[in-house]
């Protein structure tokens, strides 16, 4: 235990939260993970004057993941989007350099998503 003034009273009060001093062995620690986390990179413009406003985003991951069963994959998307009132149209294509195949079908597949947002 660990004595430290309260900052209500002037007289000492026990604490156990000393930051390791005095503290007992942790038992089974792991050690930190020496892999890098995953970094992802996002970037969003409007054009000028315009309704209309683009994005980018590129990611990768360096550690195991349900998506991949265990290997690292880097992702990407590019957007646009169209603003009128209060609704929002985008358009985006997204991929991965990963392949996933569940029975016949490739999982991760690039594609075209369609968005439709209304603000209010």
Request: aromatic letters at 8%; one cysteine or more; hydrophobic letters at 30%.
């Amino acid at each position: 235990m660990c004595s430290a003034a309260s900052p209500t009273s002037p007289r000492t009060v026990s604490t156990n939260c000393c930051h390791g001093i005095g503290a007992p062995p942790k038992i089974n620690a792991k050690p930190p993970d020496p892999r890098p986390s995953p970094n992802a990179y996002d970037l969003s413009a409007g054009i000028p004057d315009t309704p209309i406003s683009l994005s980018a985003h590129i990611g990768h991951n360096f550690s195991p993941s349900y998506i991949t069963f265990g290997n690292k994959y880097t992702d990407w998307s590019i957007g646009a989007t169209y603003t009128w009132k209060n609704l929002s149209l985008g358009v985006s294509y997204v991929d991965t350099d990963k392949d996933m195949i569940v029975g016949t079908r490739n999982e991760t597949k690039a594609g075209v998503v369609g968005t439709l947002g209304v603000a209010f």
